[in-house]
């Protein structure tokens, strides 16, 4: 061991690349997508550092062209998950009380390899398999994601740092080291970056960890565990799972070695594996850790004092960036009556000029959403609203999924604050607008508050500050991310800790000191310097 103590630095955040047309990183960025699509790579599981391909398996396509395969993938069931466990509590041994900086150490230089010479193949695969802009990649896959590893690395250092008061004669100290048995890692198909903190996080904290990445990034998914690998993660730490949810988490919640859930995904998902582990609870070792983040119906609020190009400016880029599959996607619009008119007229010019198709082509602002499954959810919505008495489709409501799967970027305008698509997670590029009264501005704060079980992000638009401080103190627990004239996404690490309450998750915000906590145990130590030789007190006389 290292006769040092080791300190890191604040962090900066990942600056990001324009690829603005003709520019070098664009061209590199469009040489590394062809040699890309001039491939079929294998995917397979990964436990305990080797490569496992089994009997099942499928193809991955790209959702903007889903006769273009990509790759092959072979899918875990309980045999692999069982390997898997074996592998994680062996590897435990060692990397349980491996130094806390060199397991650090390892996550910066995925860091430094990511947004180095791995840049362009980060945003490729991310643009190729979950159909995103080179925008939306390049923030999350390569900027996001280095953020996490970067920043989770420095909080670990303070979180080492902080120890408790030693009197006269005691040396107090604290020890924070990994959970005992091993973590399960549940990740979603929409950002890489949250794939990669998933796993990485509880990992540098000292823990093993199963992760099941989402079947429909697994492309993505598969060069994060790569990236891990090549920094020098040793094998087991993280074992990768490819598969479906029942075939992978049904042997992984039954073990008696899972300490903790670490999720991101659908509400019923999370209460399904919720009740699986209390159902277990006298089958574990430890009490699991929960966290876990779901999802959201997330708002924009107007005041009559709102100004209404930045209305627009921040429904278009929340509700359809990324074809509205964020968390955080704007899919609910609360405006008053007086701005309505000027609103609608700048809103339906711009949307007109949104580009929907490939996302190779850089003058395309949305893509696909993400597989046939998400295609016809979405699309039951739309279909839904142009049949409803109560609602009127003012743009989009067309789709095509002959290529790709393309849903137009939809308006939805309602008379009722409780319609279906007010209420319920789309999950994909439709926005519902309900039309207040400018008098009935109170009462429609509290419909917005009321309205959806979730409580992930919200923004709110106004000119006045009292307004605003109002408007704030009404909406507090609408929304763990909350934002004052500015859309309800793109939470960046470190500045904004991301997260929600109420159905929306456990609010453990990732990006933050406060998610390590959840994968650390502590242990308090007091050593006597003078130990007492007497048992008697001096109030015995």
């Known amino acids: 061991m290292a006769q040092a103590f080791f300190e890191l630095r604040e962090p900066a955040n990942e600056p990001y690349l324009d690829y603005k047309p003709g520019s070098p990183e664009t061209e590199a960025l469009h040489k590394q997508i062809e040699e890309l699509k001039n491939q079929v790579i294998d995917i397979p599981a990964i436990i305990g550092g080797k490569e496992i391909r089994t009997e099942k398996k499928q193809d991955v396509t790209m959702p903007h062209n889903h006769k273009h395969k990509l790759a092959t993938v072979y899918l875990c069931g309980e045999k692999e998950v069982n390997m898997a466990i074996e592998a994680a509590l062996e590897a435990q041994k060692t990397w349980a009380t491996f130094p806390w900086e060199e397991k650090v150490a390892i996550f910066l230089r995925a860091a430094d390899l990511i947004t180095g010479p791995y840049r362009y193949l980060f945003n490729a695969t991310t643009m190729l398999g979950q159909s995103k802009t080179p925008h939306q990649s390049e923030i999350e896959a390569v900027g996001e994601l280095a953020d996490f590893l970067r920043f989770n690395a420095w909080y670990l250092t303070k979180i080492m740092q902080d120890q408790p008061f030693s009197p006269a004669n005691n040396w107090n100290r ?15 198909f929409n950002f890489t970056a949250i794939a990669g903190n998933l796993s990485s996080c509880p990992a540098m904290c000292g823990n093993v960890v199963l992760w099941k ?12 565990m790569k990236v891990f690998e090549e920094a020098g993660l040793p094998a087991g730490v993280i074992n990768f799972l490819p598969g479906s949810g029942a075939d992978v988490g049904d042997p992984v919640m039954a073990s008696p070695h899972l300490s903790g859930l670490n999720f991101t995904g659908s509400v019923g998902t999370f209460n399904h594996l919720w009740k699986t582990i209390g159902e277990n609870i006298n089958t574990y070792k430890y009490y699991p850790r929960i966290v876990g983040e779901t999802g959201g119906k997330d708002f924009i609020f107007a005041h009559n004092s709102a100004n209404t190009d930045e209305l627009v400016t921040a429904a278009i880029r929340a509700a359809y960036e990324y074809q509205g599959q ?11 009556e ?85 209420e319920e997670e789309i999950f994909g590029p439709v926005l519902t607008i309900y039309v207040y009264k400018d008098e009935d501005f109170e009462d429609t704060l509290t419909l917005c508050d009321e309205t959806s079980p979730y409580a992930l992000t919200g923004a709110i638009f106004a000119a006045e500050r009292h307004t605003l ?26 500045q904004q800790p991301f997260g929600g309450a109420r159905k929306s998750g456990t609010n453990d915000k990732a990006g933050s000191m406060s998610h390590l906590y959840r994968w650390l145990s502590i242990r308090s130590i007091k050593e006597n310097r003078v130990t007492p030789r007497d048992w008697r007190y001096p109030y015995m006389g």
Request: with cysteine.
């Open 338 to 422: 007086s701005l309505w008119a000027g609103f609608k007229e700048k809103f339906l010019a711009e949307v007109a000029q949104v580009k929907v198709g490939d996302v190779e082509d850089h003058s395309n602002f949305m893509g696909a959403v993400i597989d046939a499954k998400a295609f016809k959810s979405i699309t039951s919505y739309i279909d839904f609203a142009h049949e409803a008495e109560d609602a009127e489709i003012i743009c989009g409501g067309t789709y095509d999924d002959s290529v790709g799967y393309f849903v137009q970027p939809t308006a939805i305008v309602t008379s009722n604050p409780k319609f279906k698509t007010m």
């Open 469 to 494: 401080k109002f408007m704030a103190d009404r909406l507090r627990n609408a929304a763990g991310n909350f934002y004052i004239n500015d859309k309800p996404t793109g939470a960046v690490v470190n």
């Open 326 to 336: 964020k968390c955080s996607a704007a899919s609910r619009m609360y405006l008053p």
């Open 213 to 224: 990445p989402a079947l429909s990034s697994i492309y993505s998914s598969y060069y994060v």
């Open 174 to 188: 604290m020890e924070y080291r990994g959970l005992e048995g091993f973590i399960f890692s549940v990740s979603p």
